[in-house]
């Protein structure tokens, strides 16, 4: 039995009309042989909807209801889906996240898949030629239902690919691959025929929702193919797989941003022992994930603790810094969410110096302030004003030559 894993996104099932391309591109594959597993988003739009809806109703919805709530967004679609493969004839049924069964932790809107019932899914697939499965969630030891973060039915996609052993998955979108940067904010961007899952991962964590990065990392540690490419025409897309040699030839591959920032700054705290696990123990039991951290030089037994949270979770994160104020010794808790980060990436910086230089200096040449850098081995982050973003990411592009034809040898 070939069996392909295809997901859909949440503009490629925004309507009827976007429906019936799916239903297209699904019987494509059926007539070529395959089995399909269909995994699909929300249509679009929706999941926002229903986070409005639930902020209507609390001022804190309780989180395991929340997922709940999110989760009929998906149900929707896979139900809708499924009629109009079965009105054509086609053997098909809808499979909701707890019916694979996806098993997951209690991370009730960011949990994470432990498990899927391979064996049930095969079975399953002797009976009919496509299953429709709900994206994005799954649920826990106690049969509740869990939601696995925005734009988690990327995971659900490969997750599955992973559990069948798919030849490959493929991610189909409102654009026909991965680019050097968003291609709806720089004209420029040009398409990426073949990404290493290091590019790829921190394209996606530093803010590229292309992918969800943990759809990113599921592929990595199971060797899953991923092809990225458009529901809205045909040809290849981006694949995104284990690195090659050509991957290095270029020293940046591509430019990311993050706008979901919030800078967090500790004046004064006791520059002792102890006092960075007093900061951000509590932080990370309340789930939250601190990203850039910088520490300024010690003055007389004090110094500053800036640090970046995402712009959902200030309120906590500061509620949480006010209990610890007085035995941290901070004489004022500053913040900011106007702020954005941008970054250049890519596995060739391993093998090329001065590539911080280059981005400094663009970001310069522009007048932009750089608040907070934090590197890898083969990413630069600069923290920036929010307004300046789409500049920064132009200039960058820019800079590193990525608006043209790549040096990369393809294989
Ligand atoms: P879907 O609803 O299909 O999951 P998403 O909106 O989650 O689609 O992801 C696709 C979007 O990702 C594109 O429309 C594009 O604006 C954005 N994007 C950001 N960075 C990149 C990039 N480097 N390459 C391609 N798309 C990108
Ligand atoms: N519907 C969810 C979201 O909008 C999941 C997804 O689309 O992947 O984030
Ligand atoms: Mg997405």
Redesign the pocket.
Known sequence: MRVLVQ??????VANLECMNKVREKVLISLDKGYKVIVVL?AM?GETNRLIDLARQWSHRPDPCEMDVLLATGEQTSVSLFAMLLKDCGVKARSLLGFQVPIQTDKSFGKARILDIDNERIEEILEKYDVLVVAGFQGCDCSQRITTLG??G??TSAVALAAAINAETCE?????D?????????CPQ?R??KKIAYDEMLE?ASM??????IRSVEFAKKYNVPIH?RS?FSDGPG?LVVQEDKSMEAAMVS????DKDQARITLVGVYDEPGVAAKIFEPISRANIVVDMIVQNPSREGKTDMTFTVPKGNVEDTLNILKKAQADIGAQAILHDVDVAKVTVIGVGMRNHSGVAAIAFSALKNENINIMIISTSEIKISCLIEEKYTELAIRTLHEAFGLDQEAPRKEC
């Open positions: 997901k859909y996104g949440g503009t490629s988003s679009s925005r734009g039915s990327d991610i189909y979108t409102d654009v691959g991965v680019y050097t940067t968003d291609p709806n904010i961007a398409k990426i394209m803010g590229a929702k292309v992918l969800q990225v529901t981006t591509g430019v990311a941003y």
